[in-house]
C-alpha cells in the first residue's frame, strides 16, 4: 500500500471510528471473485482504480482496484446493502487480509471460549 493510500484508508477509519459505522470499514477481496461473474447476466466496469459490478435489472456494487489489479476492495455496509445474501459465501471464500493472529479470530467466532496461549502479561 503507497503511503497516499494508507493515508486515505487511516482517514477513512477515523471517520468510521467517530461516526461509530462500521459500515465504512474495507474489507479485500482476491479479484478472482468477479471470475464467476463474467458470465451471463452480469457485467463488470471499471476506471484504473475503481469497478461496478452489476445484474442487469439487479444489484450493482462498487468496489475498489489495488495491487496492480490482484486485490478489490469493498465497504462492509455495501456488501450487505447491496449483494445479495446468496452471494455472500462465494465473496467469504475470496477474501483476503493482512496476517491475523489466528487464536484471537478463534475467539471472535466463538465468544467466551477457552484458548492456551499462554501466561497474560504486560506488553513492555
Not at 477513512?12 to 458470465?39: E, I, M, T
Not at 469497478?51 to 450493482?60: A, H, K, M, Y
Not at 469493498?74 to 496476517?99: C, I, K, N, T, Y
Not at 484471537?104 to 504486560?122: M, N, W
Request: net charge neutral; aromatic share 10%.
Amino acid at each position: 500500500m503507497t503511503a497516499p493510500d494508507l493515508l486515505l484508508l487511516r482517514r477513512l477509519y477515523r471517520r468510521a471510528l467517530a461516526g461509530r459505522d462500521p459500515g465504512l470499514a474495507q474489507v479485500w477481496f482476491a479479484a478472482s471473485v468477479l471470475d464467476r461473474y463474467r458470465q451471463g447476466g452480469y457485467s463488470i466496469g471499471r476506471t484504473d482504480t475503481i469497478g461496478r459490478l452489476q445484474r442487469q435489472g439487479g444489484f450493482s456494487l462498487d468496489f475498489g482496484i489495488a495491487d496492480g489489479d490482484r486485490l478489490i476492495h469493498v465497504a462492509v455496509a455495501d456488501l450487505l446493502a447491496r449483494l445479495p445474501e446468496g452471494e455472500w459465501e462465494h465473496w467469504a471464500e475470496h477474501a483476503v487480509g493482512l496476517p491475523a493472529s489466528e487464536n484471537f479470530l478463534k475467539t471472535r467466532l466463538a465468544p467466551g471460549s477457552c484458548i492456551d496461549d499462554g501466561e497474560f502479561r504486560r506488553w513492555e
